[in-house]
């Protein structure tokens, strides 16, 4: 269950600024009023990271299409003002948000039991294009303050993407999942580092799964132990 960042996890800020949801004055990059209001404790399954409703013991849809990862953590929804403060940092360079960002996601993590704490934190990586284009790698951009925050070193070249592909946030799940096949290889020099590791993947995103689930058919293959999934967001169910 989602609990809200406790003060001393909170980004606080060197002088008075604005929240970035709110836009009032206060020493928080995200205040308090707004983590209540757009962040609050969420039942969600602990195998793909989607909320359940209340009484729900079990998700359907990981009954019906388990994931190859084995667990997942999400800080939210991915809906406004999420939506848009990603969309800002994804794709508009806004660089200053990967930190309050990491910091929804750090409360969760830094509550792990110690069995569940990860060897490793991996970025996803992107394609040697997309790179170009964008300039920065969003996930490297959350892991290294997770790594941080939670004292979980990175693995920032463990993976690389072999493979580019259109933007598939349009396209539906089994389209995604033949798209994304092959995209990925673990880089040699690491792979006896991943061999019977605990590793956490970061990305900023999770929505049908197709791409963690094939870095983790991926880190598998080289020997890898488990995989966990961290998002600062998660797509809602269909309908939800």
């Not at 993976?159 to 259109?166: Q, S």
Request: proline content about 9%; charged content about 20%; glycine content about 4%.
């Amino acid at each position: 269950m989602l609990s809200l960042p406790s003060p001393s996890l909170r980004w606080r800020l060197p002088w008075p600024g604005l929240c970035l949801v709110c836009q009032r004055a206060q020493w928080q990059a995200i205040c308090h009023h707004c983590l209540s209001a757009f962040a609050p404790p969420r039942l969600r399954c602990q195998r793909c990271a989607l909320t359940l409703k209340t009484g729900q013991s079990a998700c359907t849809a990981c009954e019906d299409y388990p994931p190859e990862f084995d667990r997942a953590l999400a800080a939210v929804d991915y809906t406004s003002p999420w939506r848009e403060l990603i969309a800002r940092f994804k794709f508009q360079g806004d660089l200053a948000l990967a930190k309050p960002l990491a910091n929804l996601m750090a409360a969760q993590i830094n509550a792990l039991p110690p069995r569940a704490r990860p060897h490793w934190i991996i970025p996803t990586p992107l394609s040697a294009l997309r790179l170009r284009e964008r300039g920065y790698n969003q996930s490297w951009q959350l892991a290294r303050h997770l790594s941080r925050q939670t004292g979980i070193p990175t693995l920032p070249d463990a993976l690389r993407r072999v493979k580019d592909t259109p933007r598939m946030m349009t396209l539906e799940a089994d389209d995604r999942r033949n798209q994304i096949r092959g995209a990925f290889e673990v880089n040699t020099p690491w792979r006896r580092a991943l061999v019977g590791r605990r590793v956490a993947l970061v990305d900023d995103v999770l929505t049908t799964g197709a791409t963690v689930d094939e870095i983790t058919r991926t880190l598998q293959a080289a020997g890898v132990r488990s995989v966990s999934v961290w998002v600062v967001a998660r797509t809602p169910a269909p309908g939800a």
